[in-house]
């Protein structure tokens, strides 16, 4: 039956991976319901997000008629917002969980839509960087809701510990497949990047930050080098914003003297130039030393590229050893390595990519679709 559903997150031209998330969600939700999308007039303040928070370039996923009237930290505009949404009177309020900042304008939200049935995606139950308060707020913001999805069974366990008997499904995280645009073969991303068809590429992607454990991938290929010379063509691409804090890895670069097979493309990665990454690259390696879960994992995967992940939060959920890629222990540069050698010198490359496919269906959108009436019918 169709529903007449409200959601609420970043769009175009935000250039955030939420936003990407909630456009490919609404797209499919709006195959079987009545949908519209309440933005942000203000996602961050500036003085807490410095750099610029929008893109109007990259408009390949832009929508028409969003409504973009929401500011996050203003009181009296959120009583706007919250008339607007009755006045629609929607059989949904679909909201999206990241970061307790929200905390203040969605307990608000909630408590004027006292008679709306909302629906909270937690991508983090709790902040990777925690701090005071966060587990306080996030219990109350989202003990207002009525059905929860999480994309880990550790998101699970962790909003279970706050709210008591959640009506919850756990639910993979669907797959970017919209990055693959010109259906660029190995061969043609590879010249565009300047790399040889022999190379060995290995790919690090997305925002790097101190917990995604780039240090560990690096001080892996410093201890392949130092084994010998069986992967001197190695490549390892890296792409993506560092965010002021590249100085210490190029200083590690250099320290193990791997400056010849590392390739750095700094900054915010548009949407027509991901492709190229992942189409020329053999496997992508996420060496995280804490995660809940990754976007870049279902990138990956809609390349049908295998993955390198570690073993924490839900990334053990999405990745499976010696299927889908390799699981390995965080803080262990000599796993990572092992897997390296293990994946170019027993060839896995075609074996990991029938096991992409044999889990297709489990990432799909209409997975999603299915599992949010599922929760409607709790």
């Given amino acids: 039956m169709s529903k007449k559903i409200i959601m609420i997150g970043p769009v175009y031209p935000y250039k955030t991976g939420l936003s990407y998330y909630v456009s490919l969600l609404y797209r499919q939700l709006s195959k079987e319901n009545d949908v519209s999308i309440i933005s942000y007039s203000m996602m961050y303040p500036k003085f807490l997000y410095k750099k610029p928070q929008k893109d109007y370039e990259d408009d390949v996923l832009k ?10 930290a203003n009181p009296f505009n959120w009583i706007k917002v919250a008339s607007y949404i009755k006045k629609q009177k929607p059989d949904l309020l679909l909201l999206q969980w990241l970061h307790p900042y929200f905390a203040p304008c969605y307990y608000c939200l909630s408590r004027m839509l006292k008679d709306t049935k909302i629906l909270y995606i937690c991508h983090n139950v709790f902040p990777h960087e925690r701090f005071p308060l966060d587990k306080w707020l996030t219990k109350h913001t989202l003990r207002q809701a009525d059905y929860f999805i999480t994309h880990s069974q550790s998101d699970g366990e962790d909003l279970k510990s706050i709210v008591k008997d959640p009506k919850l499904i756990v639910s993979v ?5 919209f990055f693959k645009q010109k259906d660029m073969t190995k061969a043609e991303a590879r010249k565009i990047l300047d790399l040889k068809d022999s190379d060995k590429v290995l790919l690090f992607f997305g925002l790097v930050r101190e917990y995604k ?3 560990h991938l690096l001080k892996a290929l410093h201890l392949l080098f130092k084994d010998g010379e069986a992967l001197k063509d190695l490549k390892l691409l890296i792409a993506g914003d560092f965010g002021g804090s590249r100085e210490q890895y190029d200083a590690l670069i250099e320290e193990y003297g791997i400056s010849p097979y590392i390739r750095i493309t700094d900054g915010h990665i548009p949407i027509g130039e991901v492709e190229k990454f992942f189409a020329a690259c053999d496997m992508v390696v996420l060496p995280y030393e804490s995660a809940t879960q990754s976007g870049v994992i279902q990138v990956a995967y809609s390349f049908e590229k295998p993955v390198l992940a570690t073993r924490v939060g839900g990334l053990p959920d999405v990745v499976f050893d010696m299927e889908t890629g390799y699981v390995v222990s965080p803080f262990a540069p000599e796993e990572i390595r092992d897997a390296i050698k293990d994946f170019y010198e027993n060839d896995r490359a075609e074996s990991f990519k029938e096991g992409i496919e044999r889990e297709a269906y489990r990432y799909s959108w209409e997975r ?7 929760l409607m019918l709790l």
């Fill in 368 to 374: 999603m679709n299915e599992n949010i009436d599922k």
């Fill in 63 to 72: 929508l028409d008629g969003i409504d973009y009237i929401l500011n996050s």
């Fill in 173 to 177: 995280h669907p797959a970017y497949n």
């Fill in 213 to 215: 454990g780039l240090k």
